[in-house]
């Protein structure tokens, strides 16, 4: 990860997931609460998504790890930018933790998902910070006001990843309640009927 790609491509990686679960985890729960307005899909599919997400939970523990010792020897800033992506890390890795006793939990899918966004954007800003693409001027990296100036970025960029998972919750929501007013009684029976069997269906 010595350059300036190193970092964004992994940071892109945790957004795009980050910005998935923004969705999905907003939509299954007010599925959950709407049974009657949502198209679930087959178990297969589902459990093909929750094999792939699972991976990149397991990266979150891993990630942590290698940024522990990633550090050493290394600038005063270049080891605060590093430390902070670690809060993020270990963050996204305790939620994990506990999702294991507390499945479906909507508040740490929701930390989780808030982490995973703060870990991409953080990505790309060590990437700007450490690595300045088209030459543009080095950070100093020996300074304290640097330091409490990444500090605050960090803040920010949190408060965004924030705002961008308010604004998935609100499109969701409106649009499964968009649905729900244009469903008429007929298809609301049928609806409710292969609700049922899909309740079936998971209980054998």
Same mark, same amino acid.
């Given at each position: 990860?010595?350059?300036?790609?190193?970092?964004?491509?992994?940071?892109?990686?945790?957004?795009?997931?980050?910005? *998935? *679960?923004?969705? =999905?985890?907003?939509?299954?729960?007010?599925? =959950?609460?709407? =049974?009657?307005?949502?198209?679930?899909?087959?178990?297969?599919?589902?459990?093909?998504?929750?094999?792939?997400?699972?991976?990149?939970?397991?990266?979150?523990?891993?990630?942590?790890?290698?940024?522990?010792?990633?550090?050493?020897?290394?600038?005063?800033?270049?080891?605060?930018?590093?430390?902070? #992506?670690?809060?993020?890390?270990?963050?996204?890795?305790?939620?994990?933790?506990?999702?294991?006793?507390?499945?479906?939990? /909507?508040?740490?899918? #929701?930390?989780?998902?808030?982490?995973?966004?703060?870990?991409?954007?953080?990505?790309?800003?060590?990437?700007? /910070?450490?690595?300045?693409?088209?030459?543009?001027?080095?950070?100093? +990296?020996?300074?304290?006001?640097?330091?409490?100036?990444?500090?605050?970025?960090?803040? *920010?960029?949190?408060?965004?990843?924030? +705002?961008?998972?308010?604004?998935?919750?609100?499109?969701?929501?409106?649009? /499964?309640?968009?649905?729900? =007013?244009?469903?008429?009684?007929?298809?609301?029976?049928?609806?409710?009927?292969?609700?049922?069997?899909?309740?079936?269906?998971?209980? #054998?």
């Amino acid at each position: 990860m010595g350059n300036f790609k190193g970092h964004a491509l992994p940071g892109s990686f945790f957004l795009l997931f980050g910005i *998935w *679960w923004s969705v =999905k985890y907003p939509m299954r729960y007010l599925c =959950k609460k709407n =049974k009657n307005v949502c198209y679930v899909a087959s178990m297969s599919v589902h459990r093909r998504i929750d094999i792939i997400e699972g991976i990149v939970k397991a990266i979150f523990a891993l990630i942590g790890f290698l940024f522990y010792y990633h550090v050493h020897g290394r600038e005063m800033l270049d080891i605060h930018v590093h430390t902070l #992506l670690l809060v993020a890390v270990f963050g996204g890795s305790i939620s994990i933790f506990l999702e294991v006793f507390l499945r479906g939990n /909507i508040v740490l899918e #929701l930390l989780r998902t808030s982490l995973c966004i703060l870990q991409g954007s953080w990505f790309w800003q060590i990437g700007f /910070i450490l690595y300045p693409p088209n030459g543009r001027t080095q950070w100093q +990296l020996d300074s304290r006001d640097n330091m409490m100036f990444v500090t605050m970025c960090y803040c *920010w960029h949190y408060m965004v990843a924030l +705002l961008i998972m308010a604004i998935s919750y609100a499109i969701v929501s409106w649009v /499964i309640h968009t649905k729900l =007013k244009r469903i008429d009684p007929l298809e609301m029976g049928l609806l409710k009927s292969s609700d049922q069997a899909q309740e079936t269906e998971e209980e #054998l």
